[in-house]
């Protein structure tokens, strides 16, 4: 109950504080937290609030790294926790090793475990996204120090030496237009750029992509989604060899040089929205890191040839046309949801056997479409394609769009 009343009847306070102490079991634990110091922390020295401080005084050591991270992100940001584990894996903050866990599960457990001590919250359980409270916030920024710099428009602070997490809010239309004097961007492994708002954007840079990319010499996580300068990548691109994220959603991008196959540590590639990609580069199977490959909203219309085995690779793709050929699925290992249109110009039900959706096991959203301005209905025809659609087990919505069959296949009836 005293330490209750230091709470002063803040809920946030009350929550995390809970969180905290319904891990300790002894009365000593207790008292060393009632008698902390921090309690006495006066406004004149910071604006953080004692309680949540003392939260995170408490919490292991590689949970303390990864909730300082999110100093990078704006307040109010909507984010999956699918996106920070990324981040967390590439910056390696993995505590410990375990040979019956992978990283992934690992940093799954650091997000529960943060979630479950207040300091991540789930406005609507219905949907898959995070917040943190805007004084979970300020104590993020506070305690990452200059390590971790988020730069917000109009702001006057500067850029601190020690920084080696860079991430910017551009408003749409805005240049970004450096780092200023103090930064030493060659030590730089995180840039990031971000909206100010959620709605359709774009922003500018005063420098090059040559020269933007040149600054960087130790970048882990790259991020210049939503760049309108950037049609394709610099021959630099190649030197940023310990580069293990690059997002270049949302931008005009034409083609992707083929000096991008020299990056040898790159696991993510994040190529969402791109409407004016050609296609990958065809040595695209060299970056045998690669474990993540967006393109959601791209049609790219040639997969690069022994993309299949690189076992280690998902692909999320939203759409796939079959006039590019639906074989090209066979060779890739798909997750999340993909939509398949267009299946009336397939000829041979013998093409779509051949995609193998039966062993897509981490796909959980299917859409099959046949067009809707057809002047015929090859009923027959299409009852083969749609046996041969068959999805794996693992499989938890599907969508049925304009099918002219007679007769649902028999995946669909039997044991479903």
Not at 61 to 69: E, G, T, V
Not at 97 to 116: A, G, I, W
Not at 119 to 131: C, L, S, T
Not at 169 to 189: I, Q
């Amino acid at each position: 109950m005293k330490i209750v009343k230091k709470c002063k009847g803040l809920p946030l306070a009350l929550k995390t504080m809970g969180s905290m102490l319904y891990k300790k079991t002894s009365v000593s634990e207790w008292q060393t937290v009632f008698q902390s110091e921090i309690w006495e922390f006066s406004k004149e020295r910071c604006d953080i609030i004692p309680a949540l401080a003392l939260s995170y005084i408490h919490l292991p050591s590689h949970l303390k790294i990864c909730f300082a991270y999110c100093a990078l992100f704006p307040k109010d940001y909507e984010f999956k926790k699918e996106d920070l584990i990324q981040f967390w894996m590439i910056e390696n903050f993995v505590h410990y090793r375990q040979h019956s866990r992978t990283p992934e599960e690992v940093c799954q457990q650091y997000f529960n475990d943060l979630l479950s001590r207040s300091f991540f919250q789930q406005p609507d359980e219905n949907k898959e996204v995070f917040v943190m409270h805007d004084l979970l916030h300020d104590l993020a920024k506070y305690v990452g120090g200059g390590l971790y710099f988020r730069c917000e428009f109009l702001q006057t602070e500067k850029v601190q030496k020690v920084t080696r997490h860079f991430s910017v809010e551009l408003e749409y239309h805005k240049y970004f237009d450096g780092f200023g004097t103090l930064c030493n961007t060659e030590r730089l492994r995180t840039f990031v750029s971000e909206p100010k708002s959620h709605y359709e954007w774009s922003w500018y840079m005063k420098m090059s992509i040559h020269e933007l990319f040149s600054k960087f010499k130790f970048i882990r996580i790259l991020s210049v989604s939503h760049c309108s300068d950037l049609r394709e990548l610099p021959d630099c691109i190649g030197n940023l060899e310990y580069l293990r994220s690059l997002d270049l959603s949302y931008t005009e991008i034409e083609k992707l040089n083929e000096k991008i196959c020299l990056l040898s540590h790159l696991q993510i590639l994040k190529l969402n929205s791109c409407s004016h990609l050609e296609g990958l580069p065809s040595n695209f199977h060299l970056l045998t890191n690669m474990c993540r490959l967006e393109l959601m909203e791209t049609e790219v219309r040639k997969m690069p040839l022994f993309l299949g085995k690189m076992k280690n690779l998902k692909v999320v793709m939203s759409s796939f046309n079959v006039d590019y050929g639906i074989q090209q699925l066979g060779e890739l290992n798909l997750e999340g949801s993909l939509s398949i249109c267009n299946l009336e110009n397939i000829w041979n039900s013998l093409d779509v056997l051949e995609a193998d959706l039966k062993n897509k096991t981490h796909l959980v959203a299917l859409t099959v479409e046949w067009g809707w301005n057809r002047n015929s209905i090859d009923s027959k025809k299409e009852e083969e394609v749609i046996e041969s659609l068959q999805p794996s087990k693992n499989l938890k919505e599907l969508l049925i769009f304009n099918y002219g069959g007679k007769h649902f296949p028999k995946w669909l009836l039997e044991n479903s």
